[in-house]
């Protein structure tokens, strides 16, 4: 029951101030930022203060219902996060969400249900083979983590629309590409 409080205030504090969980982050709002993960071709591109920072693959549902398509925003940020389901500690090598969880208030959830995760079953990526959440390689999660803020919006579509023709239709105007270390 502890813990339970203890991530509800998480989540409050991280709403409320704009804070990240596990890491100092500057708020969205001070930033020109959007992740855009496309289910048709499992792959996300990152959009940082206007360039292309990163364009990765990603897994996502099994089934076309279990990833939802819509406008999201990143709402929580967990370094090691348990993966309460299975009873297994975050950092321990069996745990499914790898090391870096970006909690998403997607379908009216608070950041505990779905999320861009790590994951410890590479060969997923670029799959649909996930029970919602978007899986990345634990690396590429990372360097994410480190960038990204809470408040930073996710679109997930299904499109055969190229990404920067996704950012024209999302009002992002990409100036160019830049690489996050």
């Not at 408040?151 to 920067?164: L, R």
Request: hydrophobic content about 35%.
């Amino acid at each position: 029951m502890k813990l339970k409080k203890l991530a509800l205030a998480g989540i409050v504090a991280t709403s409320l101030f704009g804070l990240s969980v596990g890491g100092t982050q500057a708020s969205a709002a001070t930033n020109h930022d959007m992740i855009i993960i496309n289910k048709k071709y499992n792959k996300m591109i990152f959009l940082n203060d206007g360039y292309i920072a990163m364009t990765k693959p990603v897994a996502t549902g099994r089934t076309w219902d279990l990833t939802p398509v819509g406008d999201w925003k990143v709402v929580q940020k967990v370094k090691n996060r348990p993966y309460y389901k299975g009873k297994i500690p975050g950092g321990d090598p069996r745990n499914p969400l790898g090391n870096r969880w970006l909690g998403l208030n997607a379908a009216g959830t608070s950041g505990n249900v779905y999320g861009i995760h790590g994951n410890n079953n590479p060969s997923s990526i670029g799959k649909y083979a996930s029970s919602g959440c978007v899986r990345m390689y634990d690396q590429d999660v990372e360097k994410l983590y480190d960038y990204v803020a809470v408040g930073t919006p996710v679109k997930i579509t299904y499109s055969n629309k190229s990404f920067q023709d996704l950012a024209k239709l999302y009002k992002y105007k990409i100036k160019g590409w830049k690489s996050i270390k």
